[in-house]
T-cell receptor, first 114, second 114 residues
Framework: AQTVTQSQPEMSVQEAETVTLSCTYD???????LFWYKQPPSRQMILVIR??????QNATENRFSVNFQKAAKSFSLKISDSQLGDAAMYFC???????????FGKGTRLHILP | DGGITQSPKYLFRKEGQNVTLSCEQN?????MYWYRQDPGQGLRLIYY???????QKGDIAEGYSVSREKKESFPLTVTSAQKNPTAFYLC?????????????FGQGTRLTVV
């Protein structure tokens, strides 16, 4: 069975600084997708960034980028120039290409310090 | 507007009663999911369905049941066998087996059992 582990329950970063959230996963599958979602206080789940396992190039979306290390089964999220609106819960997710199962980690609560 | 609708937003039930949470989508997605969110536990997968009339257990299916009679609908029943049903429940949907496609989420239902 696949698992997703986020080892940082909470993190804080100064506004305008850079922060990295960690995620590791375990799977025996070779084809899968990885995602980072953001959940603000409204509790609406918002996609931040996605990565396809067969692509070696790390995904980027404006201030958000990932460091995808397939051999190490690591998928960290880097947020540059942190803004107050980035304060939220961040969840790492794994999607199986075989059966569409999607599982999440326990999340990291990110605080932005003004 | 296309989207996923969960109703009601808040639900109260007495202990020992079954309760059904509604999830409807008009995105023409084949795959649908139910998650439970508790503080510090992230999103845990209850059930998921890839196509109509088929569904699979997730990691915490005990005490829950689902049906998938229509593509648009994936109701979740919380039975009296669920020992601690009070939680926030999220429904999601996605295109099936499409590369890199994320899940889209509803607004959630907060269930309180008294």
């Amino acid at each position: 069975a696949q698992t997703v582990t986020q080892s940082q329950p909470e993190m804080s970063v100064q506004e305008a600084e850079t922060v990295t959230l960690s995620c590791t996963y375990d799977t025996s599958e070779s084809d899968y997708y990885l995602f980072w979602y953001k959940q603000p206080p409204s509790r609406q789940m918002i996609l931040v960034i996605r990565q396809e396992a067969y692509k070696q190039q790390n995904a980027t979306e404006n201030r958000f980028s990932v460091n995808f290390q397939k051999a190490a089964k690591s998928f960290s999220l880097k947020i540059s120039d942190s803004q107050l609106g980035d304060a939220a819960m961040y969840f790492c997710a794994y999607r199986s290409a075989r059966d569409d199962k999607i599982i999440f980690g326990k999340g990291t609560r990110l605080h932005i310090l003004p | 507007d296309g989207g996923i609708t969960q109703s009601p937003k808040y639900l109260f039930r007495k202990e020992g009663q079954n309760v059904t949470l509604s999830c409807e989508q008009n995105l023409n997605h084949d795959a649908m999911y139910w998650y439970r969110q508790d503080p510090g536990q992230g999103l845990r997968l209850i059930y998921y369905s890839q196509i109509v009339n088929d569904f699979q257990k997730g990691d915490i299916a005990e005490g829950y049941s689902v049906s998938r009679e229509k593509k648009e609908s994936f109701p979740l029943t919380v039975t009296s066998a669920q020992k601690n049903p009070t939680a926030f429940y999220l429904c999601a949907s996605s295109i099936r087996r499409a590369r890199g496609t994320e899940a889209f989420f509803g607004q959630g239902t907060r269930l309180t059992v008294v």
